[in-house]
T-cell receptor
Framework: AQSVAQPEDQVNVAEGNPLTVKCTYS??????LFWYVQYPNRGLQFLLK??????LVKGSYGFEAEFNKSQTSFHLKKPSALVSDSALYFC???????????FGAGTRLFVKA | NAGVTQTPKFQVLKTGQSMTLQCAQD?????MSWYRQDPGMGLRLIHY?????ITDQGEVPNGYNVSRSTTEDFPLRLLSAAPSQTSVYFC??????WGQGEAFFGQGTRLTVV
């Protein structure tokens, strides 16, 4: 069965500093991996995805993520955090042979000015 | 550009009542799904559909029914509401099979069962 782990409930970072939000996954076969962001009282918005190819994926709002197959990880990164990046971030995984997409528990990011 | 529309936005039910959460999308997406969001548990998949007339269970299907008579609509029915079903419900759609496309989410329905 697929599973996703986001080991940190909360990440705190100062504005201008780099940020990392961690995600590890378990899936049979090759994974499709996604990151979504949720702002208060809103639905989820797509940030980026890994399907195949280059292990470093670039997405919206300056975010990027690195796929590491040996460590089964897909960490979200940004070189310089903004206060407006404060939100709830979800990692999701789908196996290429199925139709189910499973989400992690979410990581709340706080960026302090 | 309506995208995915969920109604209602808020609902309070009494234990044992039934209701239907509506979800409609205007992007001609084949794949639609329902999730519930609970604090500390992320989003859990309730039911999903890969096309009109085809539905399947997700991680937490008990207490919920779905049907998919058209491509556009994917309603979620609570048969007999329980306090454990208090949650925020999200509907999502994507092009066939998710594989090459991201999901589009509705704004959510906040349901309270008393």
């Amino acid at each position: 069965a697929q599973s996703v782990a986001q080991p940190e409930d909360q990440v705190n970072v100062a504005e201008g500093n780099p940020l990392t939000v961690k995600c590890t996954y378990s899936v049979s076969g090759n994974p499709y991996l996604f990151w979504y962001v949720q702002y208060p009282n809103r639905g989820l918005q797509f940030l980026l995805k890994y399907i195949t190819g280059d292990n470093l994926v670039k997405g919206s709002y300056g975010f990027e993520a690195e796929f590491n197959k040996s460590q089964t990880s897909f960490h979200l990164k940004k070189p310089s955090a903004l206060v407006s990046d404060s939100a709830l971030y979800f990692c999701a995984v789908r196996d290429t042979g199925g139709f189910k997409t499973i989400f992690g528990a979410g990581t709340r990011l706080f960026v302090k000015a | 550009n309506a995208g995915v529309t969920q109604t209602p936005k808020f609902q309070v039910l009494k234990t044992g009542q039934s209701m239907t959460l509506q979800c409609a999308q205007d992007m001609n997406h084949e794949y639609m799904s329902w999730y519930r969001q609970d604090p500390g548990m992320g989003l859990r998949l309730i039911h999903y559909s890969v096309g009109a007339g085809i539905t399947d269970q997700g991680e937490v299907p008990n207490g919920y029914n779905v049907s998919r008579s058209t491509t556009e609509d994917f309603p979620l029915r609570l048969l007999s509401a329980a306090p454990s079903q208090t949650s925020v419900y999200f509907c999502a759609s994507s092009p066939q099979g998710w594989g090459q496309g991201e999901a589009f989410f509705g704004q959510g329905t906040r349901l309270t069962v008393v």
